[in-house]
Nanobody, 123 residues
Framework: VQLQASGGGLVQAGGSLRLSCAAS????????VGWFRQTPGKDREFVAA????????DYIDSVKDRFTISRDNAKNTVWLQMNGLKPEDTAAYYC?????????????????WGQGTQVTVSS
């Protein structure tokens, strides 16, 4: 499966963005898809994940009440709706996918990755 992440941009604090992770080559129905973010000099950080097969989503605490991960079967796309953005959300955001059953927070658990999309939140 090939992944294409998009939707990043520059937004003021309190604003919203919707990131998309579009897949080609395979349907995402069988995959767990996760969103991660990375800032310069730091490790990639788990943000959220969704698994259709086990019917679960997972979020880190800092985004739990602000971000929503969802899927669009018709478009073979996973969305990350980000509301109430804060300057500390500034990062390059990446989507990853894996066929293993379950929800995983470790980036090593994801075999397929899209390129990053930059999110910048100004104060």
């Amino acid at each position: 499966v090939q992944l294409q992440a998009s939707g990043g941009g520059l937004v003021q604090a309190g604003g919203s963005l919707r990131l998309s992770c579009a897949a080609s080559g395979r349907t995402l129905n069988s995959y767990t898809v996760g969103w991660f973010r990375q800032t310069p000099g730091k490790d990639r950080e788990f943000v959220a994940a969704i698994s259709w097969r086990v019917g679960k989503t997972d979020y880190i605490d800092s985004v739990k009440d602000r971000f929503t991960i969802s899927r669009d079967n018709a478009k073979n796309t996973v969305w990350l709706q980000m509301n109430g953005l804060k300057p500390e959300d500034t990062a390059a955001y990446y989507c990853g996918a894996d066929l293993r059953l379950g929800i995983y927070r470790a980036q090593e658990s994801y075999a397929y990755w899209g390129q990053g999309t930059q999110v910048t939140v100004s104060s």
